[in-house]
């Protein structure tokens, strides 16, 4: 399994950009895709969730609206659309794998295979 992302990308704050996450190694649509970002000197923060077999996405509330996720099946890649960019955007922004695991009659929700990250800057 293989989650490769694209490289560093440095914006004004107020501009878009769009990170990408190619995935190799099992079935496309059998896993949801996870955003998650760690800026510096901050813990990890979700950002937002798809599940590539139907399209549907759920967001964090603090990105919702800005923040779109979308996929291509295609081509077994995932992205991750951020507009209005903030300075505190500033970030390394990393694609997980996760599904649910049915144990002791409950489901629990986990990340297995992470992406290599990719460092978005918002800078003037």
């Known amino acids: 399994v293989q989650l490769v992302q694209s490289g560093a990308e440095l914006r004004n704050p107020g501009a878009s950009v769009k990170v990408s996450c190619k995935t190799s190694?099992?079935?496309?649509?059998?896993?949801?895709i996870d955003w998650v970002r760690q800026a510096p000197g901050q813990g990890p923060e979700w950002m937002g969730r798809?599940?590539?077999?139907?399209?549907?996405?759920k967001y964090a509330d603090s990105v919702k609206g800005r923040f779109t996720i979308s996929r291509d099946n295609a081509k077994n890649t995932l992205y991750l659309q951020m507009n209005s960019l903030k300075s505190e955007d500033t970030a390394v922004y990393y694609c997980?794998?996760?599904?649910?695991?049915?144990?002791?009659?409950?489901?629990?929700?986990?990340?297995?295979?992470w992406g290599n990250g990719t460092l978005v800057t918002v800078a003037s």
């Open positions: 190694g099992y079935t496309f649509t059998s896993y949801y």
């Open positions: 798809i599940d590539p077999e139907d399209g549907g996405t």
């Open positions: 997980a794998r996760g599904g649910f695991i049915y144990y002791a009659d409950s489901n629990y929700y986990g990340m297995d295979y």
